[in-house]
C-alpha cells in the first residue's frame, strides 16, 4: 500500500533514519554464524571467571547494604566494615576456592585499593590469577578529558605493576561505563582487551587506532552484585541461574564456539554462600568435556590470533 | 436498614455513580462462561509466544540494566551493547530453539529496528514467524494527535513490509498504551488485531468502526521483562511460574476454550539462561493433548470466523 | 551502678517515658498463653481466606504493573484492561476453585465495584461465600471526619445489601489503615467485626463503645498483593511460603488453638498461577486433622461467644 | 613504563594516597590465617543467634511494610498492630522455639520496648538467654554528643537492668550505626562486646582506651530483616540461603575456627514461617559434629582470654 520511494520518504521524515538503502548500520550481519565449532586450544566453551578486588579503594559513602540516609558529615563505619570483609575474608576465601577447583581467574584491582593491600593482591598474583586494571581509583572515567583519563587509567596500571610486577593488559571501567577515548587510551597504553561490552557470548575482535583489539564480553545476568548485594537473588537461585545459562551456551557448543563469564566481587562473591555456589556451579561445570577455565589475558591472545574469530 | 431508594440517593451523592439501574456499565456479564469447549481447530488450549524485536531501535538512554544517573551529555557505552545483545545473540540463539521446538511465533518489530537490521527481520519471516507491527520508533504514541498516530503506525508498518515483504496485520503499543484512537486507525489502515489488553485468557472481538476487530491478550505474568529484567525472578523461577499458569488453564480447558500468552524480549528472552527457559517451558507444554501453538495472526483470523467467540 | 530511683529518673529525663511503675502500658500481658487448646467447634486451627473485591472500583492512574509515568491527562487503557481482569476472569475462576476445594471465603467488597457488578457480587452470595465492606470507594477513610466516615462505610454496606440482599457485618478499611473513629462507627452501624490488625494468629474480643467487638485478624505474609504484584515472588515462592506458614501454626494448634489467614485479590489471586498456587496450599492443609476453613463472620460470631477468647 | 618513583609521586599527585611505603594502612594482613583450628571450648564452629526485642519501642511512623504515604498528623494504626505481633506472638513463639531446639541466644534489647513489656523481657532472660544493650529508644546516636550519647547508652542498660536484674555486656547500635565515640562509651561503661561489624567471620580483640574490647560480627546475609521484610525472599529461601552459608563456614572449620551468624527481629523473625525457616536451619546445623552454639557474650568472654585470637 505504499511504494518504496514512498516508505523511504516517510522513513527519512520521521527523522529516525537517513534515506540510505538497506544496510549494515552496524557493522556485523546479525545472523552470521560461520565460525569454526572449536577454539584454537580445542575446547568448544570456554569459561571466564572474575574476582574483582575494589574493597578498601571504595569512596565515603559507597553504594552498600545500608540505607543511604545518613545525616551528612558523619563517616558510616558499619559499611566501612562490611567493605573490609572483602580484603580480609572475601578475597582470601575465594583464593581457597580457586585452588581446590583447580582454575585460574581474573582479577580487575582499583589501583588505591592495591596500594592498599597490597600483600593481598601480590598474593593473587602468585598463585597464578591474572591482575588487570580497573582504574586508580573507584570513580568514573567517562567524563574525564583525554589527558585525565589518560593518567587515570596509568595510575592503575602501574600501581598494580609495582605491587605485583605484572602490567596488566586487560581493562574494566567502574560499572563499565567507559568513555569515547577510552579504548584509542587503552590501545595506546600497551592493553590488548576490555571486557566492557555484553553484545556477545564469545571473544571478538575490533579495530582501535587502526590496530586489534580484543574483546572480552563482561556479564550482568551471572554477576553477583546486581543479583545479589540488591537482595533479588538467594544464593542458591544464583546456582540455579547460572547452570541454565551454562546449559544452553554448553548445547550451543556442540556446533558453535561459545564463552560463559561470571563474576564475583570481593565482598559479595566472598562470602561463605557464594563461595559455596561457585562451587557448585564450577563443579558442575567441569563434569562436562570441551570445557575450559581460561584468565581474560589468555583468551585474549588466543582471538587476537585467531583468522576465524568474529570481527567487527 | 436502608431503602433502595435511599441507597440509590446515596449512591449518587456520593458522586461516584450516576443514578442508573443497576445493569453493565461494562458491556460482558462477568460469569457469562457458556462457550464451547473446543476452538476451531480443534484445540482446548492455543499457546501464542511472543519475540519482540526492538533493540538497535532503542532512544539514547533507554532503561536498561544499569544505573539511570549519568552525566547529561554522554553516551551510555555498555548500556548499548546490552542492547546489540538482542539482534546479535538473542533472535539468532531463538530462531534456533523455535526450530528445534518445532514452533511458529510472532515477532512485533519497532520501525527503526527492522531498518537497521533488516537481514534478521527478513529471517524471522523467512524461517515462517509472523512479522507484526509495534510503532516506528521505540516511543509513547497516547499522547499523539490522530494525524501523529496514523503516521506513527503506518510508517513503521511499511518498514516491515519493505523489508520482509509481509503486510503486518496486528499490533503492540510502546508498553502497551494505546491512546483513545488507536483502534479506530488501526481499523482503517487494515489490521486485524491488537494484544494490548490484559483482560482475558482468551481472545475475542470487538467492535471497531463498527466493524469486527480482534483482541489478542498478551501477558505481563508470563513476560521477561517484569521478570527477568527487574532481576526479581531467576531464571528458574520463571519455568516454576510459567508451568503453573499452564497447569491451571490446561485444567480448565477441559471444559472451556482458553489461550496461553508468553513473551520474550531480543535482548532479555535471547539470553541463553531463557532460552533454556523457555526450552523447558515449551517441551513441559507440548507433553499435553489438545494444545496447539499458534502465531497470532492465526488466532486473530480464527477467532474473527468463530460465531461463538466473546464478543464484546 | 544506678538505683532504681535515679534509673525512673532518668527515662524521665529522656522523655520517652512518664514515671509510671513497670505496668501493662499495652492491655495484654505478651506471654499470657494459657487458653484452651480447642475452639468452640471442636477444631485446633481455623482458616479464613479472603478474596477481595475491588476491580471496576479503582479510581484512575490506580497502582497497577504498569509504569506510573503517564502524562497528566490521558487514560491508562492497559491498566484498565488489567482490573478488568479481576471480574472477568479473577472472581470467576477463584469461585470455582473454592467449589472444588470445597470451602466458603469471605469477600470484603468496595461498593462501587459492586455497584458496577453486581450480578458478578450476588453470585459469590449465592455460592455460599461471605459479603463483608470494604468502603464505598476504593480510596483512605483515616483523614475523614466523622460523619463523612460514616456515612463512607455505611454507603458502602448499604450497596452490598441493596445488590446481594446480605447485610454485611465485617470490615476491611482501604490498606487497613483506619482512622481513630473506624471502630466506634462500625460499632454503631451494627457491624461485629473488623480485620484491620495484624498483631496476633488468633482472633480476639476488644472492647468498643463499651460493648464486645472482635478482631479477626488480616495477613501481609499470605497476600498476593505484597508479595506477587511487587513481582517479588513467584508463584511458586507463594506455596513454599504459605505451606511453611501452616506447618508452624499447625505444631502449636497441637496444645493453643490458632488462625491462619490467606488472602486474595480479584486481579492477582485470580490468575491461573495463584488459583493453582491456592489449590495446592488448600489440598496440603486439608491433609491435616482438626482444621476448618471458616468465614470470617462465622469466626467472629464463635469468638465473641467464646468465655476463654483472649480479651484486650 | 613508569618507576617507582614516579609511580609514587603519580599516586600522590591523584590526591588518593600519601607518599608513604606500601603498608599496612589498615592493620591486619589479611591473609594472616594462621590460627588455631580449635575455639577454646574445644569447638571449631560456634554459632550466635540474635533474637531481637524492638517492638513497643519504635518511633512514630516506623518503617513497616506498608506504604509510607500517610497524610501527616495521622497515627498508622495498622502498621502499630505489626509491631505489636513482636511481642504478643513474636518473641514467645522464638523462647518456645528457642527451648525446642535447647539453644540459647542473645537479645539485644531497645530500652523503651523492655520498660513497655518488663514481664516479657524478664521471661527472655529467666529462659536462661542473653539480655544485651541496644540503646535507650529506637533512634540513631552516631549524631548525638559524647555526653549525650553516654546518656543514651547507659539509660538503656540500666533498664535492662533494672527489669531483668541482669547488667548487659553486649551492644549492638540502630542499624548498626555507631559513632566515633561509641567504642569508648562502651569500654568507660563496663560492656565487653559490641556485634556493629561485618568484617569477619569469627570473633576478634580490638584495643579501645588501650584495653581489649572483643567484636563478636553482626551478619546481614543471614538477617530477617533485609531478606524479608523487604519480600525479596521468601522464607524457603532464607532457609536455603543460610544452609549454603552454614556449608561453607564448616567445611572451612576443619582447618581454621569459624562463627555463624544468624539474626532475627521479634516481629519478622517471629512470625510462623520464619520460625519453621529457623527451626530447620538449626536442626540442620545440629546434625554436624563440632558445631557450639552460644550467646554472644559467652562468645566475647572466651574470645577475650585466647591468646590467639585474631587482633586488630
Known sequence: MSTRRNFIKQAGAAGALSVLPFSKLYSQPATNRQTPSRWADGSRLVVSVSMQFEAGGQP??????????????????????????????????MLDNWDKLGIKVTSHMVGTAVLRHP?????????????????????????????????????????????TGITP????????????????????????????????????????????????????????????????????????????????LYTESNSRRRQLSISFHDRIGGTPQLVKAAHDIIRYIQQHDGVRFKRKDEIARMI???????RE
Open 60 to 93: 565515603d559513602h559507597a553504594e552498600s547494604p545500608f540505607p543511604q540516609n545518613m545525616i551528612k558529615g558523619y563517616r558510616d563505619l558499619p559499611a566501612t566494615t562490611w567493605y573490609e570483609y572483602g580484603y580480609k575474608e572475601g578475597i582470601p576465601r
Open 304 to 310: 587476537l590470533k585467531d583468522k576465524t574469530a568474529v
Open 169 to 248: 593488559v586487560g581493562y574494566n571501567a567502574n560499572w563499565l561505563r567507559r568513555g569515547e577515548n577510552t579504548l584509542k587510551i587503552l590501545q595506546e597504553l600497551g592493553f590488548i582487551y576490555h571486557i566492557d561490552d555484553l553484545s556477545r557470548d564469545e571473544p571478538f575482535v575490533i579495530q582501535v587506532n587502526e590496530k586489534d583489539f580484543a574483546v572480552v564480553p563482561y556479564t550482568l545476568r551471572c554477576n553477583d552484585i546486581l543479583l545479589i548485594e540488591g537482595k533479588n537473588f538467594s544464593a542458591d537461585q544464583f546456582v540455579a541461574q547460572v547452570k541454565m545459562e551454562f546449559d544452553q
Open 119 to 163: 600483600q593481598l593482591a601480590k598474593e593473587i598474583v602468585d598463585r597464578g590469577h591474572e591482575a588487570a586494571a580497573h582504574g586508580m581509583n573507584w570513580s568514573s572515567q567517562y567524563n574525564l578529558s583525554y589527558e585525565e583519563e589518560k593518567k587515570f587509567i596509568k595510575d592503575g596500571a602501574d600501581a598494580i605493576q609495582q605491587v
